[in-house]
């Protein structure tokens, strides 16, 4: 099932997007995403309304080289000798799907990293990694917007990777976890500049370093995880650069496509 | 003025702490500490309640490497080589004064950071240096708990300094931003360890290399912070190791004492 934060025009409004592609329907509900859905009846057609980012996360944990070949692009080390590390993306960099990624003059080299994402449903501590489903609301796509000078220049990532509008989320959250191989989804990231659209990821969750189960085990024992936090799996190979005017869009298929713009700040 | 939020026998509140020191009073408010308080006429003995963390920051960004000293004892290296730079701890990590800080069997070499903590008080983005006042309410005390081996062993902090109870916060917000000279202002941490009390920090924060006022323009030029934003300055030098058993206080007069034992997770 996919739940939806969307903006209509009696306010913002959680609902759940049904029907065949090019023709779904955001059935609206009553209260939120994490339990059985309510419908309230009303209906809009999805192009009547605007998808807002599906959840508004109380923190964003990112796992950060968890697949060797973006270790080796971006750090020019190998996977053993950079192994996955942890950061934290705030919320007020979260924006949804269509709004534009704006780019302060000072952030150089801005990089899209097209990536799964995993929204939690349970407040939850040390949970074992065959557990993990147990914990998880559902799926997204976070595209985990990225300044590689600031990123090399502060050492910490926070600021590179933590700019307003440096958090695309969305389309939806797909809740029907049990449907998906999550050991062989395909990653891919579309960018259009100058109105050529190329292909620049085109990877598989397979490639994943860190497993979502081992992803969720190892976030747990230090931090305790909230309805609605959302935790970014990491980025494949491919990444780019972006610049005012691209737009970009990354898709798994089956769990939805994640279009947005870019622009100057 | 003095803004706590505790736990009473009728509930959690926000109150007005009043009094000489010693003989403190709470004095319960409606709403928030955001705007002026709205007296309700209940009142405690500070005895009587349990003080807790004086806000629940929807992000906690924290400036590190901004004492020379501190950057020279932890990185063996020059402010210079290694200016300050910005990070993210998540607001799970929150504890208030009192709260035991919890040490998990694989975080090792823990030590205490005492520091200043700013509150923001508005919604802002891109705050000019001067007007650094006009979007704070007020200030607090942070110990930006940390374990060293993760911190190195991660390259990223948010985890050695992000698990569960490694940010108290408190005791209280004091809102008398006028009455404090934060060029000139004593930040002092003791450890006691097997019944021994030893003053670890003796600082000052006319040591910091940036100011509150660049703080606020360098983070709001990417970040757009929300009221309750916790925003930590950095720390002097003479953080040290802690273990179970141990009883840190982080002292700035004026401001107040943060006191927390430290135990195992």
Redesign the interface.
């Known amino acids: 099932m996919r739940f939806a934060r969307i903006a209509t025009p009696t306010g913002l409004r959680f609902a759940v997007i049904d029907g065949e592609e090019g023709d779904e329907k955001a059935k609206i509900i009553n209260g939120h995403p994490f339990a059985e859905p309510d419908y309230t009846g009303e209906e809009f057609a999805l192009d009547e309304v605007r998808l807002l980012a599906p959840v508004l996360p109380?923190?964003i944990?990112a796992i950060?080289r968890n697949y060797a070949d973006h270790v080796a692009e971006v750090f020019k080390k190998s996977a053993d000798q950079?192994p996955p590390?942890?950061?934290?993306?705030?919320?007020?960099?979260v924006v949804g799907p269509g709004a534009a990624i704006k780019i302060?003059e000072?952030?150089h080299d801005v990089e899209f990293e097209g990536e799964l994402a995993m929204i939690v449903g349970t407040p939850c501590?040390n949970v074992k990694r065959k557990d993990w489903k147990s914990v998880i609301r559902g799926f997204t796509i976070v595209n985990d917007v990225s300044s590689r000078a600031l990123q090399f220049a502060?050492?910490?990532?926070?600021?590179a990777k933590?700019?307003?509008t440096f958090c695309p989320l969305g389309p939806w959250m797909e809740t029907d976890i049990d449907a998906f191989d999550f050991s062989d989804l395909p990653i891919k990231a579309h960018l259009t500049h100058e109105g050529v659209t190329e292909t620049k990821q085109d990877s598989n969750s397979n490639q994943m370093i860190m497993s979502p189960g081992e992803i969720i085990e190892f976030i747990t024992?230090?931090?305790?995880?909230?309805p609605g936090d959302v935790i970014c799996t990491g980025s494949p190979a491919g990444t780019a650069p972006m610049v005012p005017g691209d737009e970009i869009e990354i898709d798994i298929p089956g769990i939805g496509k994640l279009k947005n713009p870019v622009a100057r700040a």
């Not at 502060?154 to 600021?159: E, F, K, L, T």
């Not at 024992?221 to 909230?226: E, G, K, V, W």
Request: glycine share 10%; proline share 9%.
């Open positions: 109380s923190k944990v950060g950079l590390t942890l950061f934290i993306k705030p919320p007020t960099a302060p000072f952030a501590k502060d050492g910490q990532w926070a600021r933590g700019i307003d024992a230090s931090f305790t995880l909230l």
